[in-house]
Nanobody
Framework: QVQLVESGGGLVQAGGSLTLSCRVSGLTISAIALGWFRQAPGKEREFVSAINWSGGNRRYADSVKGRFTLSREDAENTVYLQMRNLKPEDTAVYYC????????????????WGQGTQVTVSS
């Protein structure tokens, strides 16, 4: 059974930083793409970022480009989302997602989902 478990969320002031982690069990992440979505209250879930199986290709939503960095550590079966210069509009539940390809994640068709971790940015 494949499981994705997020951690690292919390409360931070605007301009601050947080790093989210997504640890995968049940399969080896070197064979899949991984990424993040987020959902703010009253809004639809939106794509944030994705990284392909080799780590050689990354994609970011325009709203987070230059502030968020996605990386993967295959030895730990974990992907990390480093978030800097956080803004109140980044407040959301962040979900880790996995799929065979980066495109599947970017096209909102992941095969695996985590349960989510709350990120709250105060102004």
């Amino acid at each position: 059974q494949v499981q994705l478990v997020e951690s690292g969320g919390g409360l931070v002031q605007a301009g601050g930083s947080l790093t989210l982690s997504c640890r995968v069990s049940g399969l080896t992440i070197s064979a899949i793409a991984l990424g993040w979505f987020r959902q703010a209250p009253g809004k639809e879930r939106e794509f944030v970022s994705a990284i392909n199986w080799s780590g050689g290709n990354r994609r970011y939503a325009d709203s987070v480009k230059g502030r968020f960095t996605l990386s993967r550590e295959d030895a730990e079966n974990t992907v990390y989302l480093q978030m800097r210069n956080l803004k109140p509009e980044d407040t959301a539940v962040y979900y880790c997602a996995g799929a065979k390809t980066l495109e599947m994640i970017a096209w909102y068709k992941p095969e695996y989902w985590g349960q989510g971790t709350q990120v709250t940015v105060s102004s």
